[in-house]
């Protein structure tokens, strides 16, 4: 099953719903919406954990970087960072640059969604914790500095944005069988498979659940790459997950 967080005429604040298909109506209880009456909320509700070196190809991108100070070795542990909340937006949603930027980094990711706490879980049961599956679209700015967080460059408004839905866990066989695919105005710019990944899905979280609670509506990216695409305002970006879904966002300047 496809759940997604809409707004739709009439009903008060966020309500979910089933999407059936694309070229059938959604379903909100026992009514049917048409699709062009629907607005895309960000698909789950809790915080977003992204996750950098967890592929070979960005191990093998920073080379022996990794085993020079002030790293001395490749990370023992999953690397986190945080995309909070005022970050998140739905499919369809714009996203406007910060001042004084002309261009956005597009870092697509398969989004890990909760649906029950997950505390020190063993790699075996570690997707019992898990609700289901969305894409998520990563945005980020250029980083010059390696000296400090980088905050500007990934928390800025609508810099994450999720969705279209949340397909259940049971629905993927094998989420490392799965490929991320990135357009810009329609033309493919990147695809890669996570079959590439240094810790799996289930692996993934146990390591992390091991040093912190991930709770229902959390959303832990199974890692992002150590580089992607640009778009700049005016462009129409989108990644795509075959068999989760295809979430697409438009890129505007500054407000």
Known sequence: MRTARVRIPGAAGIV???????????????????????????????LVYGVILNDHDALRAFGVALNEPPYKAPPQAPILYIKPYNTHVGHGAVVHLPQGADQVEILGALGIVFGSPATRVAEA?????????????????????LYRPPIREKCFDGACPMGPWVVDRDEVADPAALEVSVTVNGELRQRRNLSGLIRSVPRLIADVTEFMTLHPGDVLLAGVPIAGPFARAGETIAVEIAGIGSLENRIEAAA
């Open 16 to 46: 979910s719903a089933t999407v059936q298909g694309e070229s059938q109506p959604l379903l909100v209880g026992e009514h049917a919406v048409p699709w062009a009456h629907v607005r895309f909320e960000p698909a789950a509700d809790g």
């Open 125 to 145: 049961r570690a997707l019992e914790s898990v609700r289901g599956f969305t894409v998520v679209t990563d945005l980020s700015l250029p980083q010059e500095s």
